[in-house]
């Protein structure tokens, strides 16, 4: 359903792989003073001074983390940094550096490489990181691509998984849900493209949730918020698989329980409408649905008064003792487990 921008061919034999490896690294600028040595020796040299350093990686594989159908290359390139980056970013570090690996098989052309790498050239410098090294080679199928994403950080502003309290505030930044259903707008877009090739999708009112899926961002922002409002999470995590899960996960490592309160759940309007439409209940989307790259934490009750009324933040429950368990606390002030809503069968 995406026109090929790309009518040029280029193969990526004529290269060969240093060729390649020149070709798309040429242009990249060194910007941290903690990368001494980026591309071009056998490893990347870099000096955080006193900080500590913070490092994630994560892999995309082509027909299991995303299809070519409906996300464009330079799309998927720009993904692949900002989900990094969020991983680092939950760790409350700032992020500074990454490695970029992919393995290509000859299906695609030079033009395609170059459309990735573009996606990827502008994370970096949206982000202001640096790209100081990586790995090229072929696959026999498809396009494999990983990401290594390296951060910096005071040893005492890291915060992990384990740190909530049972009287701390369970707060997340953004809004819940619209990614996965981005990804239902566009799979069913695809469906109704592969019956009919002439049917071109409308959609247009499905444009902020076809944009949390396509291009999500890295809440880099978060770390110089909470700075400025003088608050330190106790725990914090990233929500990459959806809420319930990462709820579950900071739970079980802080050995605390939680309630959560379906009121309070930060939704976007088209959200609703689009839900309704599908005739979905928003706050299964919200609770299961993953890949919104929003932050997830818990702070000190007395903390409450200095995020209030935040357009970034929104106070979605409280930790309790861990004999309590994990509740969502509905509408109708029923509590339901949260494991029991069948998050882990949920398939996406
Ligand atoms: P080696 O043989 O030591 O693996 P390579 O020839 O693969 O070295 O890589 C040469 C340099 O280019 C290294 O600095 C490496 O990190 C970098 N590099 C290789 N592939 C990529 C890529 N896809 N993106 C960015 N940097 C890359
Ligand atoms: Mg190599």
Same mark, same amino acid.
């Given at each position: ?12 034999? #004529? ?98 490489? =170059?459309?990735?790498?573009? %996606? ?9 990181? /640096? ?8 696959? #026999? ?42 990804? #239902?707008?566009? =799979? ?5 493209? #592969? ?6 999708? /409308? ?38 698989? %959806? ?32 839900? =309704? ?25 007395? /903390? ?12 979605? %429950? ?31």
């Amino acid at each position: 359903m995406l026109e090929d921008k790309n009518p040029q061919k280029t193969s990526i034999d #004529q290269l060969g792989e240093f060729g390649l490896i020149d070709h798309l690294t040429k242009n990249f600028q060194i910007k941290h003073a903690s990368t001494i040595k980026g591309i071009g020796d056998d490893a990347a040299v870099l000096n955080f001074g006193t900080n500590k350093m913070v490092v994630s990686t994560d892999f995309l594989i082509e027909g299991v983390h995303f299809d070519l159908a409906y996300m464009p290359l330079k799309h998927l390139g720009y993904k692949a940094v900002t989900v990094n980056l969020s991983d680092i970013c939950a760790m409350n570090a700032k992020p500074t550096q990454i490695t970029v690996s992919i393995a290509v098989s000859n299906r695609f052309p030079l033009e395609a490489i =170059e459309e990735l790498y573009e %996606g990827i050239a502008l994370a970096a410098e949206i982000y202001k990181i /640096d790209i100081i090294g990586g790995d090229t080679t072929s696959s #026999q199928k498809g396009l494999l691509l990983s990401i290594t994403a390296i951060g910096e950080a005071k040893e005492e502003e890291i915060v992990y998984r384990n740190g909530a309290k049972a009287t701390d505030l369970l707060v997340v930044s953004g809004d819940i849900g619209s990614a996965y259903m981005g990804l #239902q707008v566009l =799979e069913r877009e695809k469906q109704v493209f #592969q019956v009919n090739p002439n049917n071109q999708p /409308d959609l247009e009112n499905y444009t902020y949730l076809i944009e949390r899926q396509l291009k999500p961002e890295a809440r880099t922002d978060i770390k110089e918020l909470l700075e400025k409002l003088e608050v330190k999470p106790t725990a914090m995590i990233d929500i990459s698989d %959806g809420l319930s899960s990462e709820i579950i996960h900071l739970c079980k490592q802080s050995e605390v329980g939680c309630n959560l309160y379906e009121e309070k759940l930060p939704l976007d309007p088209q959200l609703i409408t689009v839900c =309704e439409e599908f005739k979905i209940d928003s706050t299964t989307i919200a609770i299961n649905g993953g890949e919104d790259y929003e932050l997830l934490f818990t702070i000190p009750i007395d /903390d409450f008064s200095k995020i209030k009324g935040n357009p970034n933040l929104t106070v979605i %429950g409280h930790m309790v003792n861990k004999k309590e368990g994990i509740h969502l606390i509905t509408r109708a002030n029923e509590a339901i487990e949260l494991k029991s809503l069948g998050w882990n069968s949920f398939t996406k």
